[in-house]
Each structure stands twice: as C-alpha cells, then as structure tokens.
C-alpha cells in the first residue's frame, strides 16, 4: 500500500526557510511525478509545485516561483520543497502527493492518485 509522509514543517519568521520532505513507500515504481499543494483556512487547494516522474520536470505557481524549489533524491523515494523568503501568506498546511498513472507533473489536485496527510507551515513573526 502507497503512503506518503510530509514532514518538516514549522513556525519561521517572515524571510526565513523551511525544508520540506515527502516520504514515499508501499510502491516498486518509480517512475511517478510529486506534486507539492497547501490549503489555508477558508481557501482551497492550491498546487504550489510539481516534479514529473521521468525527466524531473518541473513548474510551480507563480506566487511561489524563484522562492521554491522542489527536488528528489537519486532513489525517488524522498521528494522535498525548499522554502526560502518566507511570508505570511505562505501560511498553510502542505501536502504531497503522487501520480503513478501518468508520471506527468501537475499542479491540479485531481491529477494524483495519493495523499499525505499534511504538515503546518505557519509564517509568523
């Protein structure tokens, strides 16, 4: 059985970092994408960044572009997002998720097949 993991998240000052990471398990495949998404209170899900499964493309939204940057380890077990210049709004629980249909990076929620359950990331000074 597929399970994701997130875990890294925090409390930072506003202009501070964060590493993120996605620990993947249950599955024999790696050829699959990662998508990185969060979810403030009252808003909906938001796809933040996203890693295909077979040349490491990759996009983001562009509120997070040049600030984050999503990557993999070599064995395609852990995908982590580096969170620099942190603000408020980046305030949100994170979830991974992957796509072991397609392998294709996107940034829709639809898109994945499964979910971890989220960590708090929380922006505050």
């Known amino acids: 059985q597929v399970q994701l993991v997130e875990s890294g998240g925090g409390l930072v000052q506003p202009g501070g970092s964060l590493r993120l990471a996605c620990a993947t398990s249950?599955?024999?495949?790696?050829?699959?994408?990662v998508g990185w998404f969060r979810q403030a209170p009252g808003k909906e899900r938001e796809g933040v960044a996203c890693?295909?499964?077979?040349?490491?493309?990759?996009d983001y939204v562009d509120s997070v572009r040049g600030r984050f940057t999503i990557s993999r380890d070599n064995a395609k077990t852990t995908t982590y997002l580096r969170m620099n210049t942190l603000q408020p709004e980046d305030t949100a629980v994170y979830y991974c998720?992957?796509?072991?249909?397609?392998?294709?990076?996107?940034?829709?929620?639809?898109?994945?097949?499964?979910w971890g359950r989220g960590t708090q990331v929380t922006v505050s000074s």
């Open positions: 998720a992957a796509d072991f249909s397609t392998g294709w990076c996107s940034l829709r929620p639809r898109h994945y097949n499964y």
């Open positions: 249950g599955s024999t495949l790696n050829y699959y994408a």
């Open positions: 890693i295909s499964g077979s040349d490491g493309t990759t």
